[in-house]
């Protein structure tokens, strides 16, 4: 069977460029090129810039990999994404095999999630108002990612199911999901409100929202319909990073992430919590209110479920049970 031929960036372009290009090549995320592009920098920064990465292989990848682990005293999890950085930069972009990697790895370690009860998260949601109180509901009431709320698409609320679809979530996966009744009627006239504001961008002349260039090629129009659109879209248009044009891109992620803060503080709770916790305490509820363990994985969209097992080590019911030694003498 003939193999499948690999792209090759421009010669002529710098290094960075280059791996622009490719990333660009292969629809790589915006968010994935500018994390990869920074990791690509540091390794340079790390070997002084004085030589090509052509030039360098696998001794220098492993010694910056090392000095991550032993000096940076990064998480694995962070450590793995440099890797996968400089291991695109060789294979994709210079076309180079770095062969067998033996670096000093991180220390994995897994701690249990910190999750709310359903009273605190009540008070959590009663500290919040307008677009950032329903956006903190379909974290905590769909379980979804903070970024798989932010880039939600009209077309991906199915009110009259009462179903969200989630799009290309972590590894790509889609999976679908109940849509709260509690919330039912805002997000319906929110997004009536996002199809008021498109209408107004096209009768200026503007309108379209970026979309997978593969999808762009095949539905030419499709940027400009209103089911492809932003359900939480910016208050103001910008100037796309890739194509140059004048769109309108969803809300930044940083605006909920501070409500969510100043909420945590209003409530008087002082556990660490962040956007994230609201998807842990979704999937611990479900299983303390009974729902199959193989059903919320499939919900939270994990691939093992010993990923999901992981809520099993705080849920409420296991340890209302258990008596401290101290009570029974």
Not at 219 to 241: H, I, L, M
Request: glycine residues 6%; positive net charge.
């Amino acid at each position: 069977m003939e193999s499948k031929k690999k792209f090759r960036p421009n010669p002529d372009l710098k290094l960075m460029d280059q791996v622009r290009e490719v990333l660009r090549y292969y629809h790589y995320a915006y968010r994935t090129e500018q994390t990869y592009c920074d990791w690509i920098k540091r390794y340079l920064k790390f070997h002084e810039m004085k030589r090509h990465p052509q030039e360098m292989g696998a001794a220098e990848v492993e010694a910056y990999l090392s000095h991550l682990a032993t000096k940076g005293k990064v998480a694995a999890s962070t450590q793995r994404q440099a890797l996968n950085a400089i291991v695109f930069l060789y294979r994709e972009v210079l076309d180079v095999d770095l062969g067998e990697i033996a670096h000093i790895r991180s220390k994995r370690q897994r701690h249990p999630p910190t999750v709310l009860t359903q009273e605190e998260v009540r008070r959590v949601l009663r500290n919040m108002e307008g677009t950032h109180r329903l956006m903190a509901q379909l974290l905590y009431g769909c379980g979804l990612r903070l970024m798989e709320c932010i880039r939600l698409r009209i077309q991906d609320v199915d009110s009259g199911q009462g179903r969200v679809f989630v799009r290309g979530g972590k590894g790509g996966k889609d999976r679908t999901v109940v849509l709260p009744e509690a919330i039912h009627a805002v997000l319906v006239e929110h997004i009536e409100k996002v199809g008021d504001l498109h209408a107004s961008d096209l009768r200026e002349g503007f309108g379209e929202v970026y979309i997978p260039e593969a999808l762009a090629r095949k539905y030419p129009n499709a940027c400009r319909e209103t089911g492809w659109q932003y359900a939480f879209p910016s208050k103001n248009r910008s100037v796309d990073p890739r194509g140059g044009k004048t769109m309108r891109h969803h809300v930044k992620e940083s605006g909920l992430q501070k409500a969510v803060k100043v909420a945590v503080r209003k409530a008087g709770i002082t556990k660490r919590v962040g956007c994230h916790t609201m998807r842990h305490s979704y999937a611990t509820h479900l299983l303390e209110n009974g729902v199959n363990i193989r059903m919320v994985q499939e919900l939270m969209g994990h691939k093992d479920v010993k990923t999901t097992e992981i809520y099993t080590h705080v849920m409420s019911k296991d340890l209302d049970v258990v008596k401290s030694p101290l009570d029974l003498l």
